[in-house]
């Protein structure tokens, strides 16, 4: 796979010519500024989140690396959406091509999620582009109260949904299923890519 700098690779097949992943600025400033609105100290957030202090402190100074684990789980303690922690000001047209946008890759699995839509103010719903290799599971934690995912197989096959509950996906299918609960992704097959929609309440 490619370099895209700080870390991130490029999750397509053969990599390719693609900006870098998730600017560690933008995940500093929203860390920051969550954290103020919650009125939560950098130890007290690292506890809610079961991540080191120090870890904390790194990303809100943006010489951390994150992955998609641990913003999960700051942005449950938080909570925001995920979205929330990521997503950066846009124009009012906004076009994302394939192998663009802010793009954040799994620690403990082949699995990378791309934003390409952040809810707006009253519309509390994010959507991911989803690019994952077989070989591993990409297990998600609970996301904050009330979430519930949509996904639509792209390419591929994936085994996904609730634990106990998951489904084999071609492409075209489509499901729904709680988010708030433990849930999970796996590839079958090389190349398997998807659409997620979060949606909070």
Request: glycine share 12%; proline share 8%; charged share 20%.
């Amino acid at each position: 796979m490619t370099d895209l700098g700080d870390g991130a690779k490029d999750p397509r097949p053969g990599g390719g010519n693609a900006p870098a992943g998730l600017p560690r600025d933008w995940v500093a400033s929203a860390l920051r500024r969550e954290r103020t609105r919650a009125g939560l100290s950098l130890s007290e957030l690292a506890k809610r989140a079961g991540i080191a202090k120090s870890t904390l402190s790194q990303l809100e100074a943006a010489t951390g690396n994150p992955g998609i684990e641990t913003l999960w789980a700051l942005a449950v303690a938080l909570g925001v959406p995920f979205s929330v922690l990521v997503e950066s000001p846009g124009p009012a047209v906004t076009v994302i091509r394939a192998g663009e946008g802010p793009t954040m890759r799994a620690e403990q699995a082949s699995y990378a999620g791309t934003l390409l839509s952040a809810g707006p103010s009253g519309v509390r719903r994010d959507i991911y582009h989803g690019a994952m290799e077989p070989g591993s599971v990409r297990a998600s934690e609970p996301h904050i109260p009330g979430s519930v995912e949509h996904l639509i197989v792209s390419t591929g096959r994936l085994l996904a949904g609730p634990d106990g509950e998951r489904v084999e996906l071609d492409p075209g299918d489509y499901m729904s299923y709680r988010g708030d609960v433990p849930h999970a992704y796996e590839a079958l097959v090389p190349g398997t890519t998807f659409v997620l929609v979060m949606q909070h309440v």
